[in-house]
């Protein structure tokens, strides 16, 4: 038995063609070397699905005499998991997190729909994120209290961003954001009470203390990131590596 593997034709993915699989009653296919083209990603959010699995049309066929007798073609796609996957090794990212690494996370008072704010099902949310995003809620909380505020909660504006989503949706630049790795958040700032100010300073002293220990963006960034030059937002990393000078 011998099998013809080619490039879906029904679908508007550039997946190639890979080398001929070895003959036999079973076979693997090795997909081309990545990295793939970084335009084939759709630029709208979500994007649909089937727009960016890898697919590939699978026939086997016995040549007999001169006779050749083919199967009925199968077309085999990638997984949603092994889709988001896909963009961290076509953008060629330092780390491409394991198929297991992927779920729908929470934490007590973050929900699913607050932790991922990609374009797929399934995100990333460490658990030091998890952790650290409570601590700061509860911190936030006392702080309110104490300048005579109602705590009604934390908005998150971001947390899990797949690469795709970063960099040509949400118009990041930091190429290794780790909003990709499920390492960061951004909290909403200017609805809480005290002027924003004061509330991202407030929120700087949180983010220091050995409770919470993650890194701060500074104010400058911050105001870079939109057009306004505005305190918008606090955001929270708990990166593995160093926090970066001034954070």
Same mark, same amino acid.
């Given at each position: 038995?011998q099998?013809?593997?080619i490039?879906?034709?029904?679908d508007?993915v550039?997946?190639?063609?890979?080398?001929?699989p070895?003959?036999?009653?079973?076979?693997v296919?090795?997909v081309?070397?990545?990295?793939h083209?970084?335009?084939?990603w759709?630029?709208d959010?979500?994007?649909?699905?089937?727009?960016?699995a890898?697919a590939?049309?699978?026939?086997?066929f016995?040549v007999?005499?001169?006779?050749t007798?083919w199967?009925?073609p199968?077309?085999?796609?990638?997984?949603?998991?092994?889709?988001?996957?896909q963009?961290?090794?076509?953008y060629q990212?330092?780390t491409?997190p394991?198929?297991g690494?992927w779920?729908?996370p929470?934490s007590p008072n973050?929900?699913?729909r607050?932790?991922?704010?990609g374009?797929y099902?399934v995100?990333?949310?460490e658990?030091e994120l998890?952790?650290g995003?409570e601590?700061?809620r509860?911190a936030a909380?006392?702080?309110l209290?104490?300048?005579?505020?109602a705590?009604?909660?934390l908005? *998150?504006?971001? !947390?899990f /961003?797949n690469?795709v989503?970063?960099l040509?949706h949400?118009g990041?630049? &930091?190429v290794?954001?780790?909003?990709q790795?499920?390492?960061a958040?951004?909290?909403?700032?200017?609805?809480?009470?005290?002027?924003r100010e004061e509330v991202?300073?407030?929120?700087?002293l949180?983010?220091?203390h050995?409770a919470?220990?993650a890194?701060?963006?500074p104010?400058?960034? *911050?105001?870079? !990131?939109? /057009?306004?030059r505005?305190?918008?937002h606090?955001?929270?990393?708990?990166? &593995?590596?160093?926090c970066?000078?001034?954070?």
């Open positions: 038995m099998w013809e593997v490039d879906a034709p029904e508007r550039g997946s190639g063609n890979p080398s001929a070895a003959a036999g009653a079973e076979t296919l090795r081309p070397s990545p990295p083209p970084t335009a084939r759709p630029r959010h979500p994007g649909a699905l089937e727009k960016k890898l590939f049309r699978i026939r086997a016995v007999n005499g001169s006779d007798v199967s009925e199968r077309t085999i796609r990638q997984h949603e998991t092994d889709v988001v996957r963009e961290y090794i076509d990212k330092k491409v394991d198929r690494a779920g729908t929470e973050f929900s699913r607050e932790l991922n704010t374009d099902s995100y990333l949310a658990p998890l952790q995003m601590r700061v509860e909380r006392l702080y209290s104490d300048v005579g505020y705590f009604r909660g908005t *998150v504006t971001s !947390a /961003r690469p989503h970063h040509e949400a990041g630049t &930091s290794e954001s780790t909003h790795y499920g390492l958040a951004d909290i909403r700032i200017w609805d809480l009470g005290p002027p991202f300073k407030e929120f700087y949180i983010a220091k050995s919470v220990s890194c701060y963006e104010e400058d960034v *911050v105001r870079r !990131a939109n /057009r306004a505005e305190l918008t606090a955001h929270f990393d708990w990166r &593995s590596s160093p970066p000078p001034r954070w």
